[in-house]
């Protein structure tokens, strides 16, 4: 007898288990990425997926739910009749995830009708779980050889709580079979930045301090914290982004040519990256870093009605590498700003003071594409400057707009495929959490005060205070009105 209420059948080669099948990233981004593989057909040998979830609901009861979110979510057109095929390969599996005898039941579940499928398990719950599911997987002999563990951010809640949980998952199923995701390292552009730098002459050989003057990543949200306060509450946006997208995106803009083409090669530079950040004091933390929270946030369902989490963070770093030597690299990321929009930006060095200086944009959504700003003699007779600028807007081709998958999907195809040069590799994570955690202390013990800021609003304005150390502002990324708007 089991929970699933109709028949479970695997015909393709992979199965894949999600625990936390009800969870908001199950229906947000799961399923609409494994829809939108199913109906461009890019998993060749076929796979079932089993959701697995506490909610007392049928298969059926699922399937709508999920039919909800996908209308809502996919990238390829939504279609009833693609819809229902690819719901031949969900099913939705009722178990209590701390019942050591439901893991059992799984295991019988998928001998009996998956027996030549690989298993993937992906853990889309919160660290607080992973132990129990863990404990039943292996204790069920869930995991056979082959198996592999996607594990969704957050790892753990701190750096002490991620070492704990990373021994743990290595006793229980190797280190080479679990696949970190961070769903940053999928996106487009940010897989571009390699692409970019390495295989063009232009970018290559300026890419430094000689002539970067500082580089900007902004991850700018327009949406607060919705449904999830509970969990955002604990974390705040420095957890929730900075240190685990927003430092991966650092180390991949910052990295060294890598020896080759493996992802071990790419994981040891960005490790040295990360390893590079300059430590930051409690008494000049207010030169690094600067929080703050938008009004309203403490009225969001399930947060502390007296909370002092962040939803906006701003840093102001160094990368200790002769390449990188005195140019600061400034974040900012933050829920229920002005605009949604992530871009990057590379400023050059001034000719002179009165020139303005060459901009080089990688756009990574919602519109994806590479902006250029340089100078030229104005045009006609005018003997002065004029800025001029240069767009690629990737996105605006249908083409390309149909064709570039979306981060979760082509990570999830690089899991069962088993390709970790998309993923995190554990000491990355673990560089990261350090440096985040010492950030973090050393602002509490500064006793720093968390700015306040307006919905809708740029921010705080207290943040202005990181470029101008530098003398520089925020201003570059007012760009003008481009070309680069999505093509939907
Ligand atoms: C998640 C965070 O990892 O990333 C969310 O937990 C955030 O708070 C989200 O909204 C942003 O992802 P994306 O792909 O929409 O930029």
Known sequence: MNNIDSELR??????????????????????????????????????????????????????????????????????????????????????????????????????????????????????????SVTQGVVEAGLNRPGSRIILEKPFGDSLEEARELHDELVAAYGEE????????LGKEMVRNILWLRFRNAIFRHVWGRH???????????????????????????????????????LSVLAIEPPADETATALHNEQLRVLQAL??????????????????????????????????????????????????????RTGKSLHTRDMEIIIRFRMTDPETAPDLLVIKVQPDEGVFLRFNVKQPGRGEELAQVYMDYCQSCHIENYRNTPEAYERLLMAAVNGDQSLFSRWDQIEASWY???????????????????????????????????????????DLPETSLRAFV
């Open 211 to 249: 002539a970067i003057s500082d580089v900007q990543i902004n991850a700018f949200e327009e949406e607060g914290v919705g449904s999830r306060g509970g969990y955002y509450d604990e974390a705040g946006a420095f957890r929730d982004m900075v240190q685990n997208h927003l430092f991966q995106v």
């Open 278 to 331: 300059r430590p930051v004091e409690a008494a000049a933390i207010d030169e690094h870093l600067v929080m703050g929270q938008y009004e309203g946030y403490r009225e969001e369902e399930r947060v502390d009605p007296e909370s002092r989490t962040p939803s906006y963070a701003a840093l102001r770093l160094f990368v200790d590498t002769p390449r990188w030597e005195g140019v600061p690299f400034y974040i």
């Open 10 to 131: 695997c015909e393709g080669q992979t199965v894949l288990v999600i625990f936390g099948g009800s969870g908001d990233l199950t229906f947000r981004k799961l399923l609409p990425a494994l829809y939108n593989l199913h109906v461009l057909g890019a998993v060749a040998d076929g796979f079932e997926v089993v959701a697995v979830g506490r909610r007392p609901w049928t298969t059926a009861e699922y399937h709508e739910k999920a039919k909800e979110w996908a209308r809502k979510q996919v990238r390829v057109p939504f279609g009833d009749a693609d819809w229902n095929d690819f719901t031949r390969r969900l099913y939705y599996h009722r178990m209590e995830l701390g019942d050591l005898a439901a893991y059992e039941e799984l295991d019988r579940l998928l001998a009996a009708a998956c027996p030549n499928s690989r298993r993937v398990f992906y853990y889309a719950v919160a660290p607080s779980w992973f132990r």
């Open 435 to 477: 440096f985040a955690n010492r950030m973090i202390a050393a602002w509490e013990a500064a006793g720093m005060p968390l700015a306040s800021y307006a919905k809708g609003s740029q921010g705080p304005t207290e943040a202005c205070r990181l470029p101008a150390l530098d003398g520089l502002d925020w201003t570059v990324s």
């Open 177 to 184: 079979e679990l696949y970190h995701i961070d769903h940053y």
